[in-house]
């Protein structure tokens, strides 16, 4: 019968001390004892096994010289030790260490003790837990290197980067923009506002385009602003600016983006005969800051453009399933005039926040391609040589793999080119075969070296009923015996949904991937692109030919 303290008055010390194990050991923590001045001390078997040794050969971790702790952890470990022996030092110590284990290996504990100790202040004993911490540190290390990665980008990325509390003072910026406003590094702009730089006549319209943001929640592009700074000069930039906002939507401030476009308006103002060059260029720049608008509209969908002329119509349809938040697939389908365009279907390495990023940048950089966006392997290599260089400034190696091709109803044709990404797949009287199959169709991947070459294949659009584009999150999600899906079952189910619309034939195309891998979702990013090729008594049989 229990004591009326709670206590069973015949449990023992070491019922106690076992009870205590347990505890511990269902925490996966493990005990420790030590007595000042001796050098045995006590670990529980837990502790040992995170030690990997026998009672008999565990070392004292917190006698001098600590021969068991990193080098790195050494000065915090010994400095926690002997703060605790320290006469009238703290109750508690608190330390994070790499230990060698018996077999050679490092290991993280995460060591936590409390310090008993005489009338006279003196340390008598210490006892705690430990617990191995290495997953949780390894895990933190991985976040810090994505971390460091992400701002290496972003601060060779060839635009100036900013981000604005609700008061317009700069919680963070870019490389780029610190040196405009003539400072080393991005972090010493934070807590500046614009009044810090500007006269009012600049920096006071800008304060109320920002707190028009936060209250509407929309954002301002492609503004030019005459920067007035104290000094007396006035510089030029061309500016965007959008709403902060969290992960649950809640607008935390604003950011924005703008590129020096001084010399340009100089130039205008010198001479006006120049006006219309002079717009080309500013326009160039609004291209090139189109790979920070991504960033907030990255997965952002719109309508399809309307392709028709007198003989036929092209009708687009798409199916777009992120396994996250940050997808490493997208398509574009980027009109060129009213009777042909192109489409394009990317692919970027891995995931997460570097394949976001490199998504962003390509679709930053497909603005600046539109001039070329008629001839597929121009339009690829400029892709390719955009994407090359950032990533050298940026000293990383990333990849993306990407089909483009260009729909020409008035020639009747379809040129396209490869960047290693698997072809298409094309269907005309129930007869399907895949473009781009040959190594010699295709070029790298984009972003791995410059000046690569991809070669602009054609084919008349009188052999063409439908073309499906698609990422390998189709072709490689596997069954449960690990067999893949592959090319042939893709051509199985579109021969099949020939009598179908296209809209149905994408949905089939995903039920029966997910049929056959027997899952509930997929384990990739799924992206898919059908066109249909609809001669004129379809296209006018079929209604509006948009999406």
């Not at 009672?55 to 600590?66: H, M, Q």
């Not at 008629?374 to 892709?383: E, T």
Request: net charge negative.
């Amino acid at each position: 019968m229990n004591s009326e303290s709670g206590e069973n008055p015949s449990e023992t010390d070491s019922d106690k001390l076992e009870r205590l194990e347990l505890a511990l050991r269902a925490s996966n923590e493990g005990i420790w004892d030590w007595r000042p001045g001796q050098r045995e001390v006590h670990y529980s078997r837990r502790v040992l096994e995170f030690l990997e040794c026998g009672g008999s050969r565990a070392p004292n971790l917190f006698l001098p010289p600590y021969d068991s702790i990193h080098e790195e952890d050494l000065p915090g470990f010994r400095r926690a030790v002997e703060q605790s022996l320290s006469d009238g030092g703290p109750e508690k110590l608190s330390t994070d260490a790499r230990v060698r284990t018996g077999s050679g290996e490092w290991r993280w504990l995460r060591i936590r003790g409390a310090v008993v100790r005489d009338r006279n202040g003196h340390a008598v004993r210490i006892a705690g837990s430990m617990i191995d911490i290495s997953r949780r540190k390894a895990a933190e290390a991985q976040v810090e290197e994505e971390r460091f990665l992400l701002r290496q980008l972003i601060d060779h990325v060839p635009v100036h980067i900013y981000f604005k509390d609700h008061e317009s003072k700069i919680v963070m910026a870019n490389k780029g923009m610190a040196e405009w406003m003539g400072f080393k590094e991005g972090p010493d702009l934070v807590g500046k506002h614009d009044r810090d730089f500007f006269g009012e006549e600049h920096w006071k319209p800008a304060e109320n385009d920002e707190k028009q943001i936060l209250g509407t929640g929309e954002p301002i592009t492609g503004q030019l602003e005459e920067e007035t700074w104290h000094e007396g000069e006035s510089t030029w930039v061309l500016t965007s600016k959008f709403p902060w906002r969290d992960r649950h939507g809640h607008i935390k401030g604003t950011f924005g983006v703008s590129s020096d476009v001084t010399n340009l308006v100089r130039a205008q103002h010198e001479a006006s005969e120049l006006a219309t060059e002079l717009q080309v260029k500013n326009e160039a720049y609004e291209e090139e800051l189109h790979l920070a608008r991504e960033i907030q509209q990255a997965l952002t969908g719109h309508g399809f453009p309307e392709l028709a002329n007198p003989c036929a119509a092209a009708k687009f349809s798409a199916r777009y399933i992120p396994i996250s938040g940050l997808a490493g697939d997208f398509f574009e389908v980027i009109e060129i005039g009213p009777d042909h365009a192109g489409v394009l279907i990317c692919d970027v390495m891995g995931h997460g926040v570097r394949s976001a990023l490199i998504v962003a940048m390509l679709r930053g950089l497909l603005e600046k391609q539109r001039s070329q966006a008629a001839d597929p392997g121009a339009f690829l290599r400029g892709l390719n040589d955009g994407l090359a260089s950032i990533l050298e400034r940026a000293g990383t190696t990333m990849f993306a793999t990407a089909f483009y091709g260009v729909i020409n109803l008035r020639k009747g044709t379809f040129d396209y080119a490869c960047a290693g990404h698997p072809g298409p797949m094309i269907e005309s009287g129930g007869e399907i075969r895949q473009l781009a199959k040959e190594r010699a169709d295709k070029g790298p991947g984009l972003g791995l070296f410059r000046n690569a070459s991809y070669p602009t294949l054609s084919m008349p659009l009188d052999k063409v009923r439908r073309i499906v584009l698609f990422t390998d999150g189709v072709l490689e999600t596997e069954n449960i015996e690990g067999e893949p899906y592959f090319e042939t079952r893709l051509m199985d189910i579109i021969a099949k949904s020939k009598e179908t619309s296209l809209d149905l034939m994408l949905d089939g195309i995903l039920a029966s991937v997910l049929e056959f891998c027997e899952t509930p979702h997929f384990d990739d990013d799924v992206c898919l692109l059908g066109i249909e090729i609809q001669p004129k008594t379809e296209a006018v049989a079929g209604g509006s030919v948009s999406s």
